[in-house]
């Protein structure tokens, strides 16, 4: 079966730096997805990439899909505190139509 | 515009008592499904639906109990709560049609739920 892998599971940053998250499929991906989490709180979707090497940005968080289709990464620049949460990619399943999750990064961020 | 409402946000059980998560989504999508979430397990699909009358089995289904009756409402039914159910549960709708792609899951807020 499908499975993500997301690396590294935790991250502490400085205010201001940049970091990457990857997400890495056992399989071809169809649709890879990337949502942010707060503590106690739902998931809130980030973006959606479908095409082998697309590159989609919200505000400072970029996200890439490999050429592959096989691997993603979510960037962010110049990181805030509001940048700090719990990532998770989820991708389909391809005939299934439902969508399976990585384990999750958790990103702190020091003022 | 509510989005996908569950209740309660807390839950305390013991075990052998059973229970309902309500899952209300107010979108009109078609598209409803619940996860638990785990510590060190990530998101685990429990059960599914792509509309009313239809609903199928995730990853872990054992123990849970859902129905379809209608488009808006999803409601997950514990039948007798064990320890192992311990967990924050999701609720998530999506407007996404058939195929490979399902589309941007809208998630509920969580609900705590506690077995002793």
């Known amino acids: 079966s499908q499975e993500l892998e997301q690396s590294p599971q935790s991250l502490i940053v400085q205010e201001g730096k940049n970091l990457t998250i990857n997400c890495t499929s056992s399989?071809?991906?169809?649709?890879l997805y990337w949502y942010k989490q707060k503590y106690g709180e739902g998931l809130i979707f980030l973006m959606m990439?479908?095409?082998?090497?697309e590159e989609k940005s919200h505000e400072k968080i970029t996200a890439k899909l490999d050429e592959k289709k096989q691997q993603s990464s979510l960037h962010i620049t110049a990181s805030q505190p509001s940048h700090a949460g719990i990532y998770l990619c989820?991708?389909?399943?391809?005939?299934?139509?439902?969508?399976?999750f990585g384990k999750g990064t958790k990103l702190s961020v020091k003022p | 515009n509510a989005g996908v409402t569950q209740t309660p946000k807390f839950q305390v059980l013991k075990t052998g008592q059973s229970m309902t998560l309500q899952c209300a989504q107010d979108?009109?999508?078609?598209?409803m499904s619940w996860y638990r979430q785990d510590p060190g397990m990530g998101l685990r699909l429990i059960h599914y639906?792509?509309?009313?009358?239809?609903?199928d089995q995730g990853e872990v289904p054992n123990g849970y109990n859902v129905s379809r009756s209608t488009t808006e409402d999803f409601p997950l039914r514990l039948l007798s709560a064990a320890p192992s159910q311990t967990s924050v549960y999701f609720c998530?709708?999506?407007?996404?049609?058939?195929?490979?792609?399902?589309?941007?899951?809208?998630f509920g807020e969580g609900s705590r739920l506690t077995v002793l």
């Open positions: 639906s792509v509309g009313a009358g239809i609903t």
């Open positions: 979108m009109n999508h078609e598209y």
């Open positions: 990439l479908q095409k082998g090497g």
């Open positions: 989820g991708a389909d399943k391809g005939s299934q139509g439902n969508l399976i």
């Open positions: 998530a709708s999506s407007t996404g049609t058939s195929g490979l792609v399902r589309g941007e899951l809208f």
């Open positions: 399989k071809t991906l169809y649709g």
